[in-house]
């Protein structure tokens, strides 16, 4: 009894170890999607720095000399021109019954833009009609009196005072004829309702008005802005630290973002006293021709002022510039099969498919010809 005991016992401890080996072949091996244990990029103790086994799988280009004047650019906002803009005033209270014109029209100078009705006619149009009577009965009394005069009936002096009741008289009747005319009535056939016509030619960039609204004499809003466009102005923001690169009276080239492909030329026309205490910038005004009208009130701009002395640059290989994290780098070696991986600052592209570097890099330097792939290398 105990010796096939024994039997089935080793019977089983050896068809279990026979099962586990046969399924150890299909298990899968923990090492098999590892690299291989001669890595061929170490990362040094900088993070910066990385070091290869075969440098000469990336070949080195020397960054040549590019002499430009300094460039500056800066964001901005097409406004209309202030000393061309002409606001719309109405010279009369009252409520507004149409509108002929909306914001944006293109109008021409005395074209009807709104009607109110007021009761201000009616005050004019009663002072009016006083100076009338008043008139008549002054000018009465002066002929009188210099038929009394001449007659002897009457002092000299009586005769001035009524020659001046007359006069005066005279130019309160012109003062509120003048009057009714400003406010567009006629002098016979009074109205109530007043017309406002443009006082010049230009485009409507400002309207504060709408049907049914009330109006004030003289006083804001102003129903409506009219500028002229043919001229308008670029207002930039520039950092404090980059005002001494501005200045007025020089040149700037505009580029819009509808039209990335024309480039205009504008005149640096004044730079704000006053600084942005929050932002640390201040506002620079460029004046610009806007012949055909295709520069449009609040479009975006970019601003590039040129600096009047050259300087000096490096220029490299556009492939040995890597574009990272919205930062250029470029790879520098350092001997001992090292590299350094260096912030610099790219400039414009130049001829024969060169890479301006504004600042990290001096002429003479010896870069990685193709930064991206030793980058894709050291990621792997």
């Known amino acids: 009894m105990t010796r096939t005991t024994l039997f089935f016992t080793g019977f089983i401890v050896t068809l279990g170890l026979t099962l586990a080996g046969c399924g150890s072949k299909d298990a899968p091996d923990p090492g098999a999607g590892a690299p291989p244990k001669d890595v061929p990029v170490e990362h040094a103790d900088d993070a910066s720095t990385v070091k290869v086994d075969h440098p000469e799988q990336f070949p080195l280009a020397t960054a040549g000399e590019f002499k430009a004047a300094p ?48 009761s201000d006619v009616a005050g004019a149009y009663s002072d009016y009609r006083k100076a009338v009577v008043n008139e008549q009965l002054t000018r009465s009394q002066f002929e009188r009196a210099k038929t009394l005069f001449e007659r002897g009936a009457l002092a000299a002096k009586d005769l001035e005072t009524a020659k001046t009741a007359e006069d005066n008289a005279k130019v309160d009747l012109d003062t509120t004829s003048e009057r009714l005319h400003l406010l567009g009535s006629d002098l016979d056939h009074p109205t109530g309702i007043v017309e406002i016509h443009a006082p010049v030619a230009g485009v409507i960039t400002d309207q504060q008005v709408t049907n049914g609204a009330g109006v004030q004499a003289l006083s804001a809003p102003n129903p409506f802005t009219i500028s002229d466009l043919s001229q308008v102005w670029i207002v930039c923001d520039v950092y404090e630290n980059n005002l001494s690169q501005v200045r007025v ?56 002022f040129h600096g009047q002395q050259l300087e000096t640059h490096a220029a490299v290989p556009a492939s040995a510039v890597l574009h990272l994290h919205d930062r250029d780098w470029v790879y520098k070696p350092e001997g001992g099969n090292r590299f350094r991986r260096l912030e610099v600052v790219s400039g414009k592209m130049l001829p024969g498919n060169q890479q301006e570097i504004v600042s990290g890099l001096a002429p003479g330097s010896q870069v990685v010809r193709d930064a991206l792939v030793l980058q894709n290398t050291v990621d792997q």
């Open 71 to 118: 460039e500056l650019s800066a964001t901005g906002v097409v406004n209309p021109d202030v000393s061309r803009s002409v606001p719309v005033v109405s010279l009369v209270s009252g409520r507004v019954v149409e509108i002929d014109a909306r914001l944006g029209d293109t109008v021409q100078k005395g074209q009807l833009l709104l009607k109110v009705r007021s």
């Open 249 to 304: 009276g020089e040149f700037a080239d505009i580029t819009l973002n509808a039209f990335p492909g024309r480039v205009l030329r504008g005149r640096v026309s004044n730079i704000a006293p006053v600084m942005d205490p929050n932002l640390r910038t201040a506002k620079v005004r460029i004046e610009v021709p806007n012949s055909g009208l295709f520069m449009r009130v609040g479009m975006f701009a970019t601003a590039t």
